[in-house]
């Protein structure tokens, strides 16, 4: 199993301001994800997080919005970047582990739950 | 149309009833997942299926994979139950249904 600790676990932020959200898993991982979680809906993946290189943003997603750090295969960041208060969402981290592969286990940090003013 | 469906959307049961929730996917998969999410906003992993059926606890996942169905089943709920359920399915991607809001009452 994966153990992820995610922090902050909860924020509330001025509009226009960034705020960076950080995941630590205590084994490497291949594959890491963010997903984002608006009020009343499901989980929509925001990028796939690869190590020494850029994150992979699904559709709707981009890089100046939500830069993404991944230095390590342990490690992540995910930045919500001048943001609004249509970002007010639960931002959660996500490995697939042990095997790596798409079709093994899901596990997911506690989420951050940020609210925008 | 969502690759994943569940239903109901909303549930709630009193203490000790049987409970099941259900999901219907339209993509091929190699695994079905159901996760639990309370409300502070973590999820966890119930049961990651590919075939037949799982058992942990008063939980109860099963699988048809002809018919594209899985259900969680929970016996003998709890008010600790209440939670939102969410099935997931992970083909060469992942797909995620909006979730089951359970509540149950004592």
């Known amino acids: 199993s994966a153990v992820i600790s995610q922090k902050p676990s909860r924020d509330i932020c001025q509009r226009g301001t960034s705020l960076t959200i950080q995941c630590q898993v205590d084994s490497q991982v291949t594959m890491m994800f963010w997903y984002r979680q608006q009020p009343g809906q499901s989980l929509t993946l925001i990028a796939t997080?690869?190590?020494?290189?850029?994150?992979?943003?699904e559709s709707g997603f981009v890089i100046d919005k939500f830069p993404i750090s991944r230095p390590n295969l342990t490690f992540s960041t995910l930045t919500v970047s001048n943001m609004s208060p249509e970002d007010s969402s639960i931002y959660l981290c996500?490995?697939?582990?042990?095997?790596?592969?798409?079709?093994?286990?899901?596990?997911f940090g506690e989420g951050s739950r940020l609210t925008v003013l | 149309k969502n690759e994943v469906e569940q239903s109901p959307q909303n549930l709630t049961a009193q203490e000790g009833e049987f409970i099941t929730i259900n999901c219907s996917y339209s993509?091929?998969?190699?695994?079905l997942h159901w996760l639990q999410q309370h409300p502070g906003g973590g999820i966890v992993s119930l049961f990651m299926l590919s075939s037949g059926k799982k058992k942990h606890g008063r939980l109860i996942a099963t699988i048809n994979i002809q018919e594209k169905h899985s259900s969680l089943h929970i016996t003998a709920s709890h008010p600790r139950d209440s939670a939102v359920y969410i099935c997931a399915a992970t083909g060469n991607q992942f797909y995620f249904g909006t979730g089951t809001s359970l509540t149950v009452i004592p």
């Open positions: 993509v091929g998969i190699s695994a």
């Open positions: 996500s490995v697939v582990g042990p095997s790596g592969r798409v079709g093994g286990e899901l596990f």
């Open positions: 997080a690869n190590q020494g290189s850029e994150a992979t943003y």
